[in-house]
């Protein structure tokens, strides 16, 4: 079974919501990264979204940006990045989602680069800006893997667009909780609750929601409208910010038990656990 897939339905089995940690592979250093890597994973986060950076994001808002501009010039790249994979798949079993832009992928080879997922024990990709009309090729190279290819949904998606975006999908939906960019708060919790409910009527995946989710006040009202919660600039900014690389692991678990106290002090409506 796919790591993915037992994580959601491990946390079914608890009517808890799993919380998705995006960090930014290599930043601020490779080392780091893998410390600060392993210190979510150790702390709470039960699916790592490993963000390759890359120099022209559409959908990362300043802070991860700055986060891509670090690693980049720390010398990190596509293949660096699966080397980080594969060391921390040598000391846990969560879940890793490659979070990238097609344009990586495609220029490093995408039967090179299901190969280089397989072996660095990654169990799903999502690629931003990848749309299902043009993932035939990547569906091709991944199709005797197991390794799911993940969807973003945005607010504005019709039921038929839904429906699309999850045909040939797995491991779960990406629910964005508002228009724009990745950044955390503004977010309208009565709308997103609606917009969720919507999702739900169409979509029979895992239901995770992503952008603006900061705190655990966040965590603790939408933990009971979606099997999972994804959060990234929240996360990053603590690296944005850290003077001393050392104390960095620790002030991530610090974060992650924060959020994962909001997201557990909140009990799932039946209408929040879906098939895994």
Do not use: W
Not at 71 to 84: V, Y
Not at 154 to 177: D, N, S, V
């Amino acid at each position: 079974m796919n790591r993915i897939d037992k994580t959601f339905a491990d946390l079914k089995a608890q009517n808890k919501t799993a919380l998705i940690g995006f960090l930014t592979a290599g930043d601020p250093d490779f080392d780091t990264s893998l410390e600060v890597l392993k210190a979510a994973c150790e702390s709470g986060v039960d699916i790592i979204e490993l963000g390759i950076p890359f120099s022209d994001p559409t959908s990362d808002g300043p802070v991860i940006q700055a986060a891509s501009e670090r690693a980049l010039q720390g010398g990190m790249s596509l293949g660096r990045s699966f080397e980080l994979a594969e060391k921390l798949r040598s000391v846990t079993q969560t879940p890793i989602v490659l979070f990238s832009y097609y344009n990586l992928l495609f220029k490093y080879g995408l039967q090179r680069a299901a190969e280089k997922l397989e072996a660095s024990g990654i169990d799903g990709v999502l690629v931003v800006d990848l749309p299902p009309e043009e993932a035939h090729d990547l569906q091709a190279v991944l199709k005797d893997k197991n390794i799911h290819i993940i969807r973003l949904a945005a607010p504005t998606t019709t039921p038929e667009r839904l429906r699309m975006l999850t045909a040939g999908a797995g491991g779960f939906l990406y629910l964005i909780t508002r228009t724009g960019v990745t950044g955390t708060g503004g977010l309208d919790y009565a709308q997103v609750e609606e917009e969720a409910a919507a999702t739900r009527k169409v979509c029979t995946l895992p239901l995770c929601l992503g952008f603006g989710i900061s705190t655990a006040a966040d965590t603790a009202r939408l933990a009971p409208m979606a099997d999972g919660l994804v959060v990234g600039s929240a996360l990053i900014r603590i690296v944005a910010e850290s003077t001393d690389s050392k104390t960095l692991p620790a002030q991530i678990s610090a974060k992650v038990k924060e959020l994962r106290s909001g997201m557990d002090s909140t009990t799932k409506p039946e209408y929040a656990v879906t098939q895994s």
